[in-house]
């Protein structure tokens, strides 16, 4: 009587469907569309900043997060956000300086899908990233 192989059988061909291939073809098509951030530079060009400036995680936490919902109103965002930005002013940087590095922190999820998906270096003020 032969030993059957069965089982060795279907774990070839369980091996076989977890190629590099196959496993690209069970991504989502946004997944496959989305840039690779670790090549691809950042939509926001960050202002000259002469003094050492350290985000501190303090205001971070600060922030309220937007996640691009429908229903939500960015303009209400956008006000708090400039609230808590306004009340950090370390010597030597701008409010703008500060509103552009941690604008990014204040969004999740859709919102912040949107601003991964801007063109590399589109944004160069804080009237760009507004608008």
Known sequence: MEPTSSS????????????????????????????????????????????????????????????????????????????VCFTMKPRGVTEEQIKMRAFPFSLANKAKDWLYYLPPRSIATWNDLKR
């Open 8 to 83: 060795n059988d279907s774990e070839s061909e369980e091996e076989k469907e977890l190629t590099p291939t196959t496993m690209a073809r069970e991504r989502t098509l946004r997944e496959l569309a989305a840039p690779d951030l670790n090549q691809q530079p950042l939509c926001i060009t960050y202002p000259e900043i002469e003094t050492a400036f350290e985000l501190k995680s303090r205001l971070i936490h600060l922030l309220s997060t937007f996640h691009g919902l429908s229903g939500k109103d960015p303009h209400r965002h956008l006000k708090e956000f400039h609230t």
